[in-house]
């Protein structure tokens, strides 16, 4: 659909009871979510529909929970005739828009992204790592704050998300370093984020590495849609280019901003966040306020959808 592109949330976008009414209001949600509990062998279903909270902010849970979540949205959106011009991903999110480009088997998806999140908690002791958002730092102070912070540890950008949001990662003391001079340099605000591990930058390495092997495992065919890739912002269509954008973002930054102004440039204007939350809806107008965007990832969102006319596809479900 012409102007049209879908944005998948990555972590932090989940809570308990998302996509249950999804599940119960359409079959191919439903679908979704028996699929993923037959892949993983257990009922991922229920920790989406029930929680417990605690069980479902565990990495390891939430990836393929989330996952699950967007491409049931997906498959809902694609039975209605809804289909974009392009598909991203903020981080986690690729694997959603790589599974709604054909890219990437569903079943694929969902058991990589489980060992894929137990990889990254692993990759990094408990408290030794950390991350923190800097709002509204002034333009050119972020790559000094860095090299003054690290002192020997690592601490870099971890996710371009807007103009005035960066979120950086590394050592526990070095990020607490970055947030205080950004302070001193002017930053609105420095927030410590309540994750499990320092996720996009160096210290993922280890988990790179594991996850290479898992990925080389499986099947990628070319792009039914094209995706712009978190790891360099730029236009994805083949098979080999996408396995390597989910080789390359694990330690590498999240270009969220560049993203949205690649497919801005490209005409698109409209959007639609399919998954839980509405995190990337918000970071839109930060970004450019040109342009609109609505969320899909409840039976409730449905009413939003008369401001986009079906435009039926075959061959993507």
């Given at each position: 659909m012409s102007n049209l592109a879908f944005l998948f949330p990555g972590q932090g976008s989940q809570f308990a009871g998302m996509g249950r009414t999804l599940a119960e209001a359409h079959v191919e949600a439903r679908q979704v979510f028996e699929e993923a509990d037959d892949a993983l062998g257990f009922r991922l279903s229920t920790l989406c529909f029930e929680g417990p909270d605690e069980d479902l902010k565990r990495t390891?849970?939430?990836q393929p929970a989330l996952l699950t979540v967007s491409v049931a949205a997906f498959r809902v959106l694609a039975a209605k005739g809804v289909l974009p011009e392009y598909v991203a991903g903020h981080s986690l999110g690729e694997y959603s828009a790589l599974v709604a480009?054909?890219?990437?088997?569903?079943?694929?998806a969902v058991q990589l992204v489980r060992k894929r999140g137990r990889f990254m908690q692993e990759a990094v002791p408990s408290g030794v790592g950390a991350m923190a958002a800097l709002l509204k730092l002034a333009v050119g102070k972020l790559d000094g704050i860095l090299v003054e912070a690290a002192q020997g540890e690592v601490v870099s950008a971890a996710n371009f998300n807007s103009p005035d949001q960066v979120v950086i990662a590394g050592h526990?003391?070095?990020v607490a370093r970055a947030m205080e001079l950004a302070k001193?340099?002017?930053a609105k605000r420095a927030v410590p984020l309540a994750v499990s591990a320092p996720f996009h930058c160096a210290l993922m390495k280890p988990a790179q590495e594991r996850m290479g092997h898992e990925l080389d495992a499986v099947q990628f065919v070319d792009l039914q849609i094209p995706l712009v890739n978190n790891w360099r912002a730029v236009e994805t269509r083949t098979a080999?280019?996408?396995r390597e954008g989910l080789f390359e973002q694990i330690p590498n930054p999240v270009r969220w901003t560049e993203t949205i102004r690649y497919l801005a440039a490209r005409g698109i204007s409209r959007f639609v966040e399919v998954g839980p939350g509405a995190v990337l809806t918000g970071l839109l107008r930060n970004i450019?306020?040109?342009l609109?965007?609505?969320k899909f990832g409840e039976a409730a969102d449905e009413e939003k959808l008369h401001a986009i006319p079906p435009e039926p596809r075959e061959g993507l479900l």
């Open positions: 390891e849970n939430t480009s054909g890219a990437l088997a569903f079943r694929d526990a003391g070095a001193a340099a002017g080999a280019e996408a450019n306020p040109n609109a965007g609505i």
